[in-house]
Protein backbone atom coordinates (compact mmCIF):
# COMPACT_ATOMS: atom_id res chain seq x y z
CA UNK A 1 0.00 0.00 0.00
CA UNK A 2 3.01 2.62 0.97
CA UNK A 3 4.49 2.35 -2.40
CA UNK A 4 0.92 2.90 -4.37
CA UNK A 5 -0.21 5.44 -2.29
CA UNK A 6 2.42 6.55 0.45
CA UNK A 7 0.64 5.17 3.83
CA UNK A 8 0.37 1.75 5.55
CA UNK A 9 -2.91 0.09 6.43
CA UNK A 10 -2.53 1.06 9.99
CA UNK A 11 -6.37 1.55 10.08
CA UNK A 12 -6.71 -1.02 8.05
CA UNK A 13 -5.02 -3.37 10.48
CA UNK A 14 -7.08 -1.70 13.47
CA UNK A 15 -10.63 -2.68 11.45
CA UNK A 16 -9.33 -6.24 10.51
CA UNK A 17 -8.14 -6.89 14.43
CA UNK A 18 -11.46 -5.89 15.58
CA UNK A 19 -13.95 -7.80 12.96
CA UNK A 20 -11.63 -11.14 14.20
CA UNK A 21 -12.60 -10.34 18.05
CA UNK A 22 -15.75 -10.33 17.20
CA UNK A 23 -16.02 -13.26 15.45
CA UNK A 24 -14.71 -14.60 18.70
CA UNK A 25 -18.81 -14.94 19.58
CA UNK A 26 -21.30 -17.01 18.12
CA UNK A 27 -24.03 -18.96 18.95
CA UNK A 28 -24.01 -22.50 20.40
CA UNK A 29 -23.81 -25.56 18.20
CA UNK A 30 -21.45 -23.36 15.92
CA UNK A 31 -19.17 -22.10 17.99
CA UNK A 32 -17.90 -25.31 19.04
CA UNK A 33 -17.19 -26.08 15.27
CA UNK A 34 -15.64 -23.00 14.90
CA UNK A 35 -18.59 -21.48 12.57
CA UNK A 36 -19.66 -17.69 12.67
CA UNK A 37 -23.37 -17.66 13.52
CA UNK A 38 -24.69 -14.59 15.12
CA UNK A 39 -28.25 -14.39 15.37
CA UNK A 40 -30.94 -11.93 17.25
CA UNK A 41 -30.95 -11.64 20.84
CA UNK A 42 -28.54 -14.56 21.48
CA UNK A 43 -25.97 -14.72 24.50
CA UNK A 44 -23.27 -14.22 21.19
CA UNK A 45 -25.34 -11.20 19.92
CA UNK A 46 -25.53 -9.48 23.41
CA UNK A 47 -21.36 -9.79 23.79
CA UNK A 48 -21.50 -8.74 20.33
CA UNK A 49 -23.12 -5.23 20.97
CA UNK A 50 -21.34 -4.82 23.93
CA UNK A 51 -18.05 -4.97 22.88
CA UNK A 52 -18.88 -2.87 19.85
CA UNK A 53 -20.12 0.11 22.84
CA UNK A 54 -17.14 -0.25 24.58
CA UNK A 55 -14.84 0.17 21.78
CA UNK A 56 -16.98 3.46 20.64
CA UNK A 57 -16.48 4.92 24.16
CA UNK A 58 -13.43 3.21 24.85
CA UNK A 59 -11.16 3.18 21.74
CA UNK A 60 -12.74 5.60 19.87
CA UNK A 61 -13.54 8.67 21.57
CA UNK A 62 -17.61 8.74 21.01
CA UNK A 63 -19.39 11.35 22.74
CA UNK A 64 -22.76 9.40 23.34
CA UNK A 65 -23.06 5.40 23.02
CA UNK A 66 -26.09 3.00 23.69
CA UNK A 67 -27.73 0.24 23.20
CA UNK A 68 -31.22 0.72 21.76
CA UNK A 69 -34.45 -1.19 22.52
CA UNK A 70 -34.13 -3.23 19.76
CA UNK A 71 -30.46 -3.85 20.23
CA UNK A 72 -28.97 -1.34 17.91
CA UNK A 73 -25.28 -0.47 19.05
CA UNK A 74 -25.86 3.56 18.32
CA UNK A 75 -22.51 6.03 18.78
CA UNK A 76 -22.80 9.76 18.13
CA UNK A 77 -19.59 11.27 17.33
CA UNK A 78 -20.44 15.42 18.11
CA UNK A 79 -20.54 18.13 15.78
CA UNK A 80 -18.18 21.19 15.97
CA UNK A 81 -21.16 23.22 16.95
CA UNK A 82 -21.78 24.44 20.38
CA UNK A 83 -25.36 22.76 20.40
CA UNK A 84 -24.51 19.28 19.30
CA UNK A 85 -28.30 18.20 19.95
CA UNK A 86 -29.38 21.10 17.12
CA UNK A 87 -26.36 20.09 14.74
CA UNK A 88 -27.08 18.36 11.49
CA UNK A 89 -26.06 14.47 11.09
CA UNK A 90 -24.58 12.27 9.22
CA UNK A 91 -25.84 8.59 9.88
CA UNK A 92 -23.68 5.70 8.83
CA UNK A 93 -23.43 2.14 9.75
CA UNK A 94 -24.69 -1.18 8.89
CA UNK A 95 -25.31 -4.84 10.67
CA UNK A 96 -23.57 -6.74 13.18
CA UNK A 97 -25.93 -9.75 13.21
CA UNK A 98 -25.04 -12.77 10.41
CA UNK A 99 -26.03 -15.08 8.21
CA UNK A 100 -25.96 -18.99 10.10
CA UNK A 101 -22.18 -20.18 9.03
CA UNK A 102 -21.41 -16.50 7.77
CA UNK A 103 -18.12 -14.65 7.64
CA UNK A 104 -16.66 -11.90 9.33
CA UNK A 105 -17.31 -8.70 7.23
CA UNK A 106 -20.62 -9.21 6.28
CA UNK A 107 -22.62 -5.93 8.01
CA UNK A 108 -19.55 -5.64 10.79
CA UNK A 109 -16.82 -3.67 7.96
CA UNK A 110 -19.80 -0.96 7.70
CA UNK A 111 -19.49 -0.70 11.38
CA UNK A 112 -16.25 -0.88 11.91
CA UNK A 113 -14.44 1.31 8.74
CA UNK A 114 -17.06 4.58 10.16
CA UNK A 115 -15.62 3.60 14.22
CA UNK A 116 -11.93 3.93 12.87
CA UNK A 117 -12.89 7.11 11.10
CA UNK A 118 -14.34 8.59 14.09
CA UNK A 119 -11.11 7.27 15.70
CA UNK A 120 -8.88 8.96 13.85
CA UNK A 121 -10.91 12.48 14.43
CA UNK A 122 -11.10 11.97 17.86
CA UNK A 123 -7.05 11.49 17.99
CA UNK A 124 -6.26 14.47 15.94
CA UNK A 125 -9.09 16.42 18.22
CA UNK A 126 -10.88 17.15 14.98
CA UNK A 127 -14.98 18.03 15.16
CA UNK A 128 -16.71 18.33 11.61
CA UNK A 129 -19.39 20.43 11.11
CA UNK A 130 -22.31 17.85 11.23
CA UNK A 131 -22.59 14.91 13.96
CA UNK A 132 -21.26 11.58 12.80
CA UNK A 133 -23.95 8.52 14.10
CA UNK A 134 -22.78 5.56 13.39
CA UNK A 135 -25.19 2.46 14.64
CA UNK A 136 -24.56 -1.24 14.45
CA UNK A 137 -27.82 -2.41 13.44
CA UNK A 138 -29.22 -5.28 15.41
CA UNK A 139 -30.80 -7.77 13.38
CA UNK A 140 -30.71 -7.58 9.03
CA UNK A 141 -30.41 -10.95 8.28
CA UNK A 142 -33.82 -12.56 9.05
CA UNK A 143 -32.07 -15.62 10.66
CA UNK A 144 -33.74 -16.32 13.82
CA UNK A 145 -36.79 -14.21 12.95
CA UNK A 146 -38.20 -13.62 9.59
CA UNK A 147 -38.02 -9.90 10.61
CA UNK A 148 -35.33 -8.99 8.19
CA UNK A 149 -34.21 -4.89 8.44
CA UNK A 150 -35.66 -5.01 12.24
CA UNK A 151 -32.57 -2.38 13.25
CA UNK A 152 -33.00 -0.29 10.93
CA UNK A 153 -36.99 -0.62 10.75
CA UNK A 154 -36.93 0.98 14.08
CA UNK A 155 -34.73 4.04 12.83
CA UNK A 156 -37.37 4.72 10.08
CA UNK A 157 -40.34 4.00 12.43
CA UNK A 158 -41.42 0.54 10.58
CA UNK A 159 -40.80 -1.64 13.73
CA UNK A 160 -43.61 -4.35 12.87
CA UNK A 161 -45.33 -5.01 16.05
CA UNK A 162 -46.15 -8.76 14.13
CA UNK A 163 -42.50 -9.73 14.56
CA UNK A 164 -43.15 -9.71 18.05
CA UNK A 165 -45.26 -13.01 17.73
CA UNK A 166 -43.05 -15.07 15.41
CA UNK A 167 -41.57 -17.74 17.40
CA UNK A 168 -38.02 -19.12 16.53
CA UNK A 169 -36.77 -22.85 15.99
CA UNK A 170 -36.92 -23.40 19.83
CA UNK A 171 -40.45 -21.96 20.59
CA UNK A 172 -39.63 -18.69 22.00
CA UNK A 173 -41.21 -15.84 20.39
CA UNK A 174 -39.88 -12.44 19.90
CA UNK A 175 -41.20 -10.86 22.38
CA UNK A 176 -40.39 -13.28 24.88
CA UNK A 177 -36.11 -12.87 23.74
CA UNK A 178 -36.63 -9.12 24.11
CA UNK A 179 -37.87 -9.51 27.58
CA UNK A 180 -35.11 -11.74 28.36
CA UNK A 181 -32.65 -9.59 26.60
CA UNK A 182 -33.82 -6.31 29.16
CA UNK A 183 -35.73 -4.56 26.07
CA UNK A 184 -39.23 -2.55 26.42
CA UNK A 185 -41.26 -2.83 23.49
CA UNK A 186 -42.55 0.34 24.85
CA UNK A 187 -39.62 2.26 23.61
CA UNK A 188 -39.41 1.06 20.19
CA UNK A 189 -41.35 4.05 18.82
CA UNK A 190 -39.14 6.21 20.19
CA UNK A 191 -36.36 5.35 17.96
CA UNK A 192 -37.75 6.78 14.97
CA UNK A 193 -35.38 8.93 13.82
CA UNK A 194 -36.45 13.10 11.92
CA UNK A 195 -35.45 12.46 9.23
CA UNK A 196 -34.77 16.72 8.42
CA UNK A 197 -32.22 15.98 11.10
CA UNK A 198 -29.72 13.76 8.81
CA UNK A 199 -27.87 14.41 6.02
CA UNK A 200 -28.76 11.07 4.55
CA UNK A 201 -27.13 7.69 5.87
CA UNK A 202 -24.13 6.15 3.93
CA UNK A 203 -23.35 2.28 4.52
CA UNK A 204 -19.82 0.45 3.57
CA UNK A 205 -20.27 -3.12 2.96
CA UNK A 206 -18.39 -5.57 1.16
CA UNK A 207 -19.52 -6.61 -2.55
CA UNK A 208 -20.17 -10.16 -1.74
CA UNK A 209 -19.37 -10.93 -5.26
CA UNK A 210 -16.79 -11.53 -8.33
CA UNK A 211 -16.56 -8.13 -9.67
CA UNK A 212 -13.72 -5.98 -8.48
CA UNK A 213 -12.26 -8.84 -8.55
CA UNK A 214 -12.18 -8.80 -12.26
CA UNK A 215 -11.63 -5.78 -12.38
CA UNK A 216 -8.85 -5.89 -10.11
CA UNK A 217 -10.08 -2.86 -7.87
CA UNK A 218 -10.51 -2.30 -4.16
CA UNK A 219 -13.48 0.04 -4.08
CA UNK A 220 -16.94 0.33 -6.31
CA UNK A 221 -19.52 3.05 -5.74
CA UNK A 222 -23.01 1.58 -5.64
CA UNK A 223 -25.69 3.15 -7.94
CA UNK A 224 -28.87 1.14 -6.45
CA UNK A 225 -29.70 -2.09 -4.40
CA UNK A 226 -32.01 -4.62 -6.05
CA UNK A 227 -35.18 -5.09 -4.98
CA UNK A 228 -36.25 -8.51 -3.69
CA UNK A 229 -39.18 -10.62 -2.10
CA UNK A 230 -39.72 -13.43 -0.36
CA UNK A 231 -41.69 -16.60 0.39
CA UNK A 232 -42.02 -19.15 2.45
CA UNK A 233 -43.79 -22.01 0.92
CA UNK A 234 -44.81 -25.85 1.25
CA UNK A 235 -46.63 -28.96 -1.29
CA UNK A 236 -49.13 -30.85 0.07
CA UNK A 237 -49.96 -34.22 -1.63
CA UNK A 238 -50.28 -37.74 -0.33
CA UNK A 239 -47.58 -39.69 2.19
CA UNK A 240 -47.74 -43.37 1.03
CA UNK A 241 -46.02 -46.82 1.19
CA UNK A 242 -42.54 -46.29 -0.59
CA UNK A 243 -43.12 -49.70 -1.65
CA UNK A 244 -46.41 -50.40 -2.64
CA UNK A 245 -47.34 -47.01 -4.42
CA UNK A 246 -47.00 -47.51 -8.28
CA UNK A 247 -45.12 -44.18 -9.63
CA UNK A 248 -48.24 -43.79 -11.50
CA UNK A 249 -50.65 -43.24 -8.23
CA UNK A 250 -47.96 -40.92 -6.38
CA UNK A 251 -48.85 -37.10 -5.08
CA UNK A 252 -45.70 -36.73 -4.42
CA UNK A 253 -44.69 -33.21 -2.36
CA UNK A 254 -40.84 -33.12 -3.27
CA UNK A 255 -41.03 -34.56 -6.94
CA UNK A 256 -43.24 -31.47 -7.60
CA UNK A 257 -41.02 -29.23 -5.64
CA UNK A 258 -37.92 -30.57 -7.59
CA UNK A 259 -39.62 -29.50 -11.04
CA UNK A 260 -40.71 -26.18 -9.48
CA UNK A 261 -37.05 -25.54 -8.74
CA UNK A 262 -35.97 -26.36 -12.72
CA UNK A 263 -38.31 -23.68 -13.51
CA UNK A 264 -37.30 -20.70 -11.21
CA UNK A 265 -33.41 -21.70 -12.01
CA UNK A 266 -34.58 -21.35 -15.92
CA UNK A 267 -37.28 -18.19 -15.72
CA UNK A 268 -34.66 -16.51 -13.76
CA UNK A 269 -32.00 -17.29 -16.29
CA UNK A 270 -33.55 -15.67 -18.60
CA UNK A 271 -33.53 -12.05 -17.55
CA UNK A 272 -30.11 -10.21 -16.96
CA UNK A 273 -29.56 -9.11 -13.19
CA UNK A 274 -32.88 -11.15 -12.32
CA UNK A 275 -31.79 -13.95 -9.64
CA UNK A 276 -33.91 -16.21 -7.88
CA UNK A 277 -32.96 -18.65 -5.12
CA UNK A 278 -34.92 -21.86 -3.44
CA UNK A 279 -32.31 -21.79 -0.09
CA UNK A 280 -34.31 -24.23 2.33
CA UNK A 281 -35.53 -27.13 1.67
CA UNK A 282 -37.53 -29.53 3.28
CA UNK A 283 -39.55 -32.57 3.76
CA UNK A 284 -40.86 -32.32 7.18
CA UNK A 285 -40.79 -35.55 9.63
CA UNK A 286 -39.98 -37.58 6.28
CA UNK A 287 -38.96 -41.31 6.37
CA UNK A 288 -36.67 -43.16 4.06
CA UNK A 289 -39.77 -45.38 3.24
CA UNK A 290 -42.58 -43.17 2.81
CA UNK A 291 -43.41 -41.11 -0.19
CA UNK A 292 -43.19 -37.66 0.94
CA UNK A 293 -46.79 -36.05 1.71
CA UNK A 294 -45.05 -32.55 2.55
CA UNK A 295 -42.11 -30.61 1.09
CA UNK A 296 -41.46 -27.33 2.61
CA UNK A 297 -39.44 -24.64 0.76
CA UNK A 298 -38.29 -20.89 0.43
CA UNK A 299 -38.12 -18.30 -2.73
CA UNK A 300 -35.74 -15.43 -2.62
CA UNK A 301 -36.12 -13.21 -6.17
CA UNK A 302 -34.37 -10.10 -6.67
CA UNK A 303 -33.93 -7.81 -9.29
CA UNK A 304 -32.59 -4.20 -10.31
CA UNK A 305 -36.49 -3.57 -10.79
CA UNK A 306 -39.73 -4.31 -8.93
CA UNK A 307 -41.67 -4.72 -12.17
CA UNK A 308 -39.00 -7.71 -13.67
CA UNK A 309 -38.51 -9.12 -10.03
CA UNK A 310 -42.79 -9.65 -9.83
CA UNK A 311 -43.06 -10.75 -13.08
CA UNK A 312 -40.90 -13.07 -12.62
CA UNK A 313 -42.59 -13.95 -9.17
CA UNK A 314 -46.07 -14.01 -10.93
CA UNK A 315 -44.53 -16.23 -13.37
CA UNK A 316 -43.25 -18.96 -10.62
CA UNK A 317 -46.58 -18.73 -8.99
CA UNK A 318 -48.27 -19.68 -12.06
CA UNK A 319 -45.94 -22.36 -12.98
CA UNK A 320 -46.45 -23.34 -9.42
CA UNK A 321 -50.78 -23.98 -9.67
CA UNK A 322 -49.85 -25.69 -13.41
CA UNK A 323 -47.71 -28.47 -11.13
CA UNK A 324 -50.17 -28.72 -8.38
CA UNK A 325 -53.36 -29.02 -10.88
CA UNK A 326 -51.03 -31.91 -12.43
CA UNK A 327 -50.58 -33.79 -9.97
CA UNK A 328 -52.94 -33.41 -7.87
CA UNK A 329 -51.39 -31.36 -4.85
CA UNK A 330 -52.29 -28.38 -2.42
CA UNK A 331 -49.70 -25.55 -1.62
CA UNK A 332 -49.32 -22.89 0.43
CA UNK A 333 -47.18 -19.69 -0.34
CA UNK A 334 -46.63 -16.48 2.42
CA UNK A 335 -45.06 -13.30 1.24
CA UNK A 336 -42.04 -12.94 3.96
CA UNK A 337 -40.48 -9.82 2.92
CA UNK A 338 -40.62 -7.58 0.46
CA UNK A 339 -38.01 -4.39 -0.16
CA UNK A 340 -38.10 -2.16 -2.91
CA UNK A 341 -35.24 -1.87 -5.25
CA UNK A 342 -33.42 1.38 -3.83
CA UNK A 343 -31.39 3.78 -6.48
CA UNK A 344 -28.93 5.81 -4.12
CA UNK A 345 -29.09 9.61 -4.25
CA UNK A 346 -27.15 11.19 -6.81
CA UNK A 347 -25.95 13.79 -4.37
CA UNK A 348 -24.57 11.60 -2.24
CA UNK A 349 -23.24 9.05 -4.41
CA UNK A 350 -21.50 11.68 -6.28
CA UNK A 351 -19.61 12.17 -2.77
CA UNK A 352 -18.67 8.56 -2.66
CA UNK A 353 -17.32 9.01 -6.53
CA UNK A 354 -15.14 12.06 -4.81
CA UNK A 355 -14.04 10.43 -2.49
CA UNK A 356 -12.73 7.38 -4.36
CA UNK A 357 -11.05 9.93 -7.49
CA UNK A 358 -9.64 11.80 -4.26
CA UNK A 359 -7.73 8.18 -3.81
CA UNK A 360 -6.60 8.37 -7.14
CA UNK A 361 -8.44 5.06 -7.85
CA UNK A 362 -10.65 4.38 -11.14
CA UNK A 363 -14.25 4.87 -10.22
CA UNK A 364 -16.90 2.15 -10.81
CA UNK A 365 -20.41 1.88 -10.41
CA UNK A 366 -22.34 -1.02 -10.10
CA UNK A 367 -25.65 -2.00 -8.66
CA UNK A 368 -26.02 -4.03 -5.49
CA UNK A 369 -27.44 -7.85 -5.69
CA UNK A 370 -27.81 -8.18 -2.17
CA UNK A 371 -30.33 -6.45 -0.02
CA UNK A 372 -28.50 -3.53 2.84
CA UNK A 373 -29.91 -1.47 5.63
CA UNK A 374 -29.84 1.03 3.29
CA UNK A 375 -32.71 -0.15 1.40
CA UNK A 376 -34.45 0.69 4.44
CA UNK A 377 -32.69 3.89 5.29
CA UNK A 378 -34.15 4.75 1.40
CA UNK A 379 -37.27 5.03 2.53
CA UNK A 380 -37.24 8.14 4.94
CA UNK A 381 -33.28 9.93 3.45
CA UNK A 382 -30.60 10.05 0.75
CA UNK A 383 -28.85 6.85 1.13
CA UNK A 384 -25.19 5.84 -0.91
CA UNK A 385 -22.83 3.07 -0.54
CA UNK A 386 -19.53 1.94 -1.28
CA UNK A 387 -18.58 -1.27 -2.18
CA UNK A 388 -14.89 -2.89 -0.99
CA UNK A 389 -13.63 -5.81 -2.67
CA UNK A 390 -13.85 -9.60 -1.54
CA UNK A 391 -11.35 -12.33 -1.52
CA UNK A 392 -11.87 -15.38 -3.09
CA UNK A 393 -13.68 -14.09 -5.74
CA UNK A 394 -15.95 -12.29 -3.07
CA UNK A 395 -17.57 -15.26 -1.84
CA UNK A 396 -19.84 -14.14 1.01
CA UNK A 397 -22.26 -15.73 3.66
CA UNK A 398 -19.71 -18.31 3.79
CA UNK A 399 -16.66 -18.58 6.15
CA UNK A 400 -14.66 -17.90 2.84
CA UNK A 401 -15.94 -14.19 2.81
CA UNK A 402 -12.17 -11.86 3.95
CA UNK A 403 -10.57 -8.46 2.22
CA UNK A 404 -7.57 -7.33 2.96
CA UNK A 405 -6.32 -4.53 5.56
CA UNK A 406 -5.24 -2.86 2.57
CA UNK A 407 -8.59 -2.50 1.17
CA UNK A 408 -10.03 -1.89 4.35
CA UNK A 409 -7.54 0.96 4.72
CA UNK A 410 -8.74 2.20 1.29
CA UNK A 411 -12.28 2.29 2.62
CA UNK A 412 -11.42 4.42 5.81
CA UNK A 413 -9.78 6.93 3.55
CA UNK A 414 -12.80 7.10 1.01
CA UNK A 415 -14.97 7.67 4.25
CA UNK A 416 -12.73 10.03 4.95
CA UNK A 417 -12.69 11.81 2.01
CA UNK A 418 -16.58 11.36 2.20
CA UNK A 419 -16.72 13.31 5.04
CA UNK A 420 -14.98 16.05 3.61
CA UNK A 421 -17.16 15.99 0.94
CA UNK A 422 -20.41 15.97 2.69
CA UNK A 423 -18.73 18.84 4.68
CA UNK A 424 -18.60 21.07 1.41
CA UNK A 425 -22.04 20.56 0.43
O1 LIG B 1 -29.74 -11.36 1.77
C1 LIG B 1 -29.16 -10.29 1.64
O2 LIG B 1 -29.12 -9.72 0.58
C2 LIG B 1 -28.48 -9.64 2.78
O3 LIG B 1 -27.28 -10.28 3.02
N1 LIG B 1 -29.32 -9.61 3.92
MN1 LIG C 1 -25.77 -10.77 4.39
MN1 LIG D 1 -24.88 -7.47 4.82
MN1 LIG E 1 -27.47 -7.02 3.95
Given at each position: LNDKFGFDPVLGHWVWDRAEELAAYSDPGFAER???????????????????????????GFDHVEIDAVGNVVGRYHAAASAPEVAPRLLTGSHYDTVRNGGK??????????????????????????????????EEEGQRYKATFLGSSALTGQFDTAWLDQQDAQGISLRQAMKSAGLREEDIPALRREPSRYLGFVEVHIEQGPVLNALDLPLGVV??????????????????????????????????????????????????????????????EGSINVVPGRCQFSLDIRATTDAVRDACAYDIQQELRR?????????????????????????????????????????????????HDAMKLHEVM??????????????????????????????????????DAVGSK
Open positions: GELTVTYLTPAHQACAQTLAVWMRVDCYDGRLGILVPMACVRELHRQGRRLPFSIEVVAFSTSINGSVRFMGELIGMASHAGTTPMGHRRDAAVAVAELLLFVEQRASAVPGLVATVGMLQVPICERRDLRFSLEEAMRAAAAPCAPALQACWDQAVAALGLPLHHMPSGAGPQAMLFVRGLNAGISHNPLESITSDDAELSIRAFQHLI
